[in-house]
């Protein structure tokens, strides 16, 4: 299995060019199931979740080229309705198949998504808010049997709580059903923006008419397209982190500043120099770290995909700080591995106390999700020394040439097996 050596400590300078958004892709290509024209993307990063959405696709019927650049989609082919555990059990964004499958062809038979090390991650809001349109389901045996005989039919629908995906596939699917649909509560993460944007160039009637609702009118047509996907903030939030955390230098580039302003400001908070520029940032990390307390939740609130990275920058503070994680259940899984190196972390529910003027030792350790998995990379960062990550396929569903990237900047970081 591959390992990721780091040898600390480094101070990165240099630029960085932030990839495509693997969360703003996923839902995109998706959606391609609603139209049986052309669908020509740009902007995907390599990462295995995208690979794995590709690979779902294509065992539904999809005809997809890979043109380096560009990937063309056409479902101009039948299309079959049933998404296998063994594609979606990787990946829950999976799920968002259902969405469209059923808009489009009137019933579905998706696997429900594995469990996941973060959290149970359950698809009910999803159900309850497609069975609103029409959808009667049934689980048999970890699957979603979903009918819709005579149809979707808009309606009014509340989110019981802030879901993207739940948005997500909502917006998917009522694109296509008959009449007007009202979604209230959703989430309204940059990467649904992208989605409407997306659906909006294909055709569809979408209008947002306040802050966290949007109004759709179902269409039956859609044209080909070309769409270019946003850039991934969550991989920008992360080398800002790396540049703060080690006094490093870096120009990131290819990002509106706009979409990560709570990140931004957080982290000149702490101490950080931050330039923002139109389409760039430039960072000098500062030898003093404050600290700061923080909670995440939905966009515009601080991102529990960038809890864990912060978590590493505040071991660095020069107090205690602390981090409520109200998303997920069970985002800690990387404390453990960071008091391995030195950390003073203690958990108690969903609150971590995170102690400061912390040194990180080099150590040999094992990754446990995508982004625990890139906090470990910043730890070693700093420590002097080798340091060892295991199972680094974790890294891989989501941060695109991540080590080509930080030896760009000067880091000492190898792929072994
Ligand atoms: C998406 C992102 C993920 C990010 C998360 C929160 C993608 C592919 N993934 O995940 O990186 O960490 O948003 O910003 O975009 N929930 C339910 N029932 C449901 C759906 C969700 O209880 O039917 C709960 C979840 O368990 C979680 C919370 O709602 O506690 C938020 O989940 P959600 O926003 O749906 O996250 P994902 O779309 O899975």
């Known amino acids: 299995m591959k390992k990721l050596e780091v040898f600390g400590a480094t101070k990165p300078k240099g630029q960085i060019k932030i990839s495509g958004s693997k969360n703003a892709s996923l839902p995109i290509l998706a959606a391609t199931l609603l139209s049986d024209k052309k669908i020509s993307l740009t902007n995907l990063p390599k990462v295995k979740d995208i690979e794995t959405m590709i690979l779902l696709l294509k065992s ?29 059990k990787t990946m829950r964004a999976g799920i968002l ?40 389901y049934k689980i048999i045996q970890g699957y979603v049997h979903a009918n819709a005989p005579k149809g979707l039919v808009g309606a009014n629908i509340k989110f019981p709580k802030i879901s993207v995906g739940a948005t997500e596939n909502l917006i ?15 989430a309204i993460e940059p990467e649904i923006k992208d989605l409407v944007n997306f659906l909006i160039k294909m055709g569809c009637n979408i209008k947002w008419t306040s802050n966290r609702t949007i109004k759709i009118e179902g269409i039956k047509n859609l044209s080909e397209i070309k769409y270019k996907v ?13 540049a703060a955390l080690t006094e490093g230098n870096l120009k990131i580039v290819g990002i509106d500043p706009k979409i990560i302003n709570t990140e931004i400001n957080i982290i000149k908070k ?32 601080f991102p529990t995909d960038l809890q864990a990275q912060m978590m590493v920058l505040l071991c660095k503070a020069n107090k205690k700080s602390y981090i409520r994680e109200e998303i997920f259940e069970n985002r800690f899984m990387h404390v453990a591995e960071l008091n391995r190196m030195g950390a003073k972390i203690s958990i108690n529910g969903n609150k971590a106390t995170i102690e400061g003027n912390i040194k990180f030792e080099a150590a040999e350790l094992m990754a446990t999700d995508l982004r625990a998995s890139v906090s470990l990379i910043l730890a070693a960062l700093t420590a002097k020394g080798k340091s060892v990550i295991n199972r680094i396929y974790h890294l891989d569903r989501g941060y695109e040439d991540i080590e080509k990237k930080l030896k760009k900047v000067g880091a000492k970081i190898r792929r072994v097996n």
């Open 270 to 301: 702490l101490g950080a120099k931050i330039i923002q520029k139109k389409n760039e940032i430039l960072i000098q990390g500062s030898k003093k770290i404050k600290s700061i307390n923080i909670k995440t939740s939905p966009y515009p609130g």
């Open 230 to 242: 946003m850039p991934d903030r969550i991989e920008a939030g992360t080398y800002l982190i790396a």
């Open 172 to 186: 998917i699917a009522s694109c296509l059903a008959k009449g007007k649909t009202t979604l209230s509560n959703c």
């Open 60 to 88: 539904l019927g999809s005809s997809i080229e890979d043109n380096k650049k560009i990937l063309t989609i056409n479902n101009n082919k039948q299309i079959k309705t049933f998404a296998a555990y063994s594609l979606v």
């Open 97 to 136: 198949v259902l969405g469209p499958l059923i808009a489009k062809f009137g019933k579905a038979k998706v696997s429900l998504p594995g469990g996941c090390a973060i959290g149970t991650r359950p698809v009910d809001i999803h159900l309850q808010a497609l069975s609103k349109l029409g959808v009667k």
